[in-house]
């Protein structure tokens, strides 16, 4: 099997996952849960920030899985120089942490974690879960992103944009994108989009997939950042 692309002769590429978490017994968890797995590989193991940079660049994962907590240098700084917007070929970051850290979960999205899930969640959503980042998209649970808009919408609304960031964004989108947008800054899945605009998965997928490239965002934790950001959303809306 070639380190480089995870594939093994007559078998279709496999997602290379890098573990990170300061518990021995938690990284060996995930390793017997993704190795059973016939599309997962694990390819290396971190114990601590610094590690999680350097295994990062060296292996050069599809995806890592990152705990925020963490000695050394903490999740959310390792994130920012693995997946941020400074990072040279930045590598998807799945955030795995708990509730009662909302607001470094926040943080471990601003820094560019493409999505977060709870410690708690079983395995197979886990595992569906780095398949969801693998392949592009943001994972953001509804009833969690909900939670965090709830918290933090304000104080991102209050960071400002610069003017032509918000010119280009308000120009670039057709109306129909702009409700849209402001669905996805609410925390609403595709399905709860259909459902409010009356239209269907199929066409609010287009339309994300619309709104992503021509702001020249990575995801969704990126879009509704930035209708925060430049007064699209509110906490209120």
């Known amino acids: 099997m070639s380190a480089e692309t995870g594939r093994t002769n007559g078998e ?3 997602i290379r996952v890098l573990a990170c978490d300061d518990q021995a017994l938690v ?3 995930y390793a017997t849960i993704f190795s059973a797995q016939p599309d997962l590989e694990v390819v290396g193991e971190a114990g601590d920030g610094i590690e999680a940079v350097r295994l990062a660049a060296q292996l050069r994962p599809d995806v890592v899985v990152m705990d925020i907590r963490m000695p050394r240098l903490d999740g959310i700084e390792a994130t920012r120089r693995i997946a941020g917007p400074d990072a040279t070929d930045a590598i998807k970051v799945l955030v795995v942490t708990t509730f009662n850290l909302d607001e470094y979960v926040f943080d471990a ?3 560019g ?7 708690d969640t079983p395995p197979p959503e886990l595992i569906a879960g780095i398949r969801t980042v693998a392949a592009g998209n943001a994972l953001l649970a509804p009833e969690v992103t909900r939670r965090l808009v709830g918290r933090f919408g304000d104080r991102i609304r209050h960071e400002e944009a610069p003017a032509s960031r918000v ?3 308000l120009t670039a989108l057709t109306a129909r994108e702009v409700e849209v947008l402001k669905r996805i800054a609410e925390g609403l899945s595709n399905a709860e989009i259909a459902a409010a605009l009356v239209i269907s998965p199929e066409t609010v997928k287009t339309y994300v997939s ?5 702001l020249s965002l990575r ?3 990126q879009a509704v950042i930035l209708a925060y950001r430049i007064g699209l959303a ?4």
């Open 12 to 14: 279709e590429p496999r």
């Open 27 to 29: 990284r060996a968890g």
């Open 109 to 111: 999205l601003r820094a």
């Open 113 to 119: 974690a493409s999505g977060f899930l709870l410690k």
């Open 167 to 169: 010119e280009d964004a």
């Open 210 to 214: 619309r709104i992503l490239a021509k």
């Open 219 to 221: 995801d969704r934790v």
């Open 234 to 237: 509110t906490p209120e809306t």
